[in-house]
T-cell receptor, first 112, second 108 residues
Framework: DTAVSQTPKYLVTQMGNDKSIKCEQN?????MYWYKQDSKKFLKIMFS???????INETVPNRFSPKSPDKAHLNLHINSLELGDSAVYFC???????????FGSGTRLTVV | RKEVEQDPGPFNVPEGATVAFNCTYS??????FFWYRQDCRKEPKLLMS???SGNEDGRFTAQLNRASQYISLLIRDSKLSDSATYLC?????????FGKGTHLIIQP
């Protein structure tokens, strides 16, 4: 049973396209996150949702729009993809900061 | 800006040796601290939480020094399978902040 699952695992697309990444967790956690890990391996938070409500929105271009239809799902839609968006995007969930996060296996996005 | 700083390495260590990493954090309001392990092209996985009293899990010992704002990880009797990147993490109300990781290579 996969705890946090993301799809797709790999995504190669052209500049200017719009794409979505989906994330689902079956851990019953209240909070879900999107992190971006760039080529320098730096893992940086993008968004956080608690029970479908946005609670963290870091300085991210508004081409990135998260959507949480329910507390088990947090999807990420990206408009007008740019070369600099190429990275690995990790979804994570948590039952509280003191418990740490459980990460999905990542989506490797390559914009060409 | 909240930062977690750690030496990126790589640390090349012979199998069986003891290795220690430190990291420092700038946000004195951070309440939770962790060490994560990330293998190449994989997701980060929680290795252990870090407490002021120190905690041990098998060959791994983690320690938090709030006064000096640093966190340490000690690995005893290192195994080849310990080769990975170790991420130092601090967190609070704004979520977890990850360091850039320390790359450890255990050599046979």
């Amino acid at each position: 049973d996969t705890a946090v699952s993301q799809t797709p695992k790999y995504l190669v697309t052209q500049m200017g396209n719009d794409k979505s990444i989906k994330c689902e967790q079956n851990l019953g956690h209240d909070t879900m996150y999107w992190y971006k890990q760039d080529s320098k391996k730096f893992l940086k938070i993008m968004f956080s949702y608690n029970n479908k409500e946005l609670i963290i929105n870091e300085t991210v271009p508004n081409r990135f729009s998260p959507k949480s239809p329910d507390k088990a799902h947090l999807n990420l839609h990206i408009n007008s993809l740019e070369l600099g968006d190429s990275a690995v995007y990790f979804c994570a969930s948590s039952q509280g900061e003191s418990y740490g996060y459980t990460f999905g296996s990542g989506t490797r996005l390559t914009v060409v | 800006r909240k930062e977690v700083e750690q030496d990126p390495g790589p640390f090349n260590v012979p199998e069986g040796a003891t290795v220690a990493f430190n990291c420092t954090y700038s946000n004195s309001a951070s309440q939770s601290f962790f060490w994560y392990r990330q293998d190449c092209r994989k997701e980060p996985k929680l290795l252990m939480s870090v407490y002021s009293s120190g905690n041990e899990d098998g060959r791994f010992t983690a320690q938090l020094n709030r006064a000096s704002q640093y966190i340490s990880l000690l690995i005893r009797d290192s195994k080849l399978s310990d080769s990975a990147t170790y991420l130092c993490v601090g967190g609070g109300a704004d979520g977890l902040t990850f360091g850039k990781g320390t790359h450890l290579i255990i050599q046979p």
